[in-house]
C-alpha cells in the first residue's frame, strides 16, 4: 500500500512539472475519490462479514470429555483430585502482563476423546488424570 501512495505522490508531481497545477489538481481529485469509494466498499464489506454469527460448534465425546466455547477458569475430568488454589501467585511487578487476546465471537471448539478437553478461550487449567486419595 504504501508504494502505490509513493507511486501516485510521483505520479502526480510529474502531471504538475509537464503539464500544469490545474491538471494535476483534477488528477488528485479523481485519485482520491476512487481510493474513498475503495476503502468504503472494503469497509461495509467487513462490517457485513463480521456481523453475521458463525454458529460456533461446541461438542464433547468421550467418556468425561469436555468442550468449552468461551474461556474456562479450571477443567477437571479426573477423580479424587486434590484442589489447589483457584487463584494463582500473582507474577512480579518487575514482570509486565501478556496483552489479553479476546476470543473469536462463536469458535469451533470440539474434543473427543476419553477425558479429553478443549477450550475456545483461555482456559487457566486443566487436569485430566485422577488424584490419589489421602
Known amino acids: 500500500m504504501g508504494a502505490l501512495c509513493a507511486g501516485a505522490i510521483v505520479a502526480l508531481i510529474v502531471v504538475a512539472i509537464v503539464v500544469d497545477l490545474g491538471t494535476a489538481g483534477?488528477?488528485?481529485s479523481v485519485i482520491s475519490g476512487?481510493?474513498?469509494l475503495v476503502g468504503l466498499t472494503l469497509s461495509v464489506f467487513t462490517l457485513v462479514r463480521s456481523?453475521?454469527?458463525?454458529d460456533g460448534t461446541v461438542g464433547a465425546?468421550?467418556?468425561r470429555a469436555v468442550a468449552v466455547g468461551g474461556n474456562a477458569g479450571r477443567v477437571i475430568t479426573g477423580d479424587s483430585v486434590p484442589l489447589p488454589p483457584a487463584t494463582?501467585?500473582?507474577a512480579p511487578p518487575s514482570?509486565?502482563?501478556p496483552p489479553v487476546v479476546p476470543p473469536p465471537?462463536?469458535?469451533d471448539v470440539s474434543a473427543s476423546g476419553n477425558r479429553s478437553a478443549a477450550v475456545g478461550g483461555n482456559a487457566e487449567e486443566i487436569i485430566t488424570g485422577d488424584g490419589t486419595h489421602s
Do not use: D, K, L, Q
Request: proline share 23%; net charge neutral.
Open 26 to 28: 483534477a488528477v488528485a
Open 105 to 107: 465471537a462463536n469458535p
Open 95 to 97: 514482570a509486565p502482563a
Open 51 to 54: 456481523g453475521r454469527p458463525t
Open 88 to 90: 494463582p501467585s500473582p
Open 34 to 36: 476512487v481510493v474513498a
Open 61 to 63: 465425546s468421550g467418556e
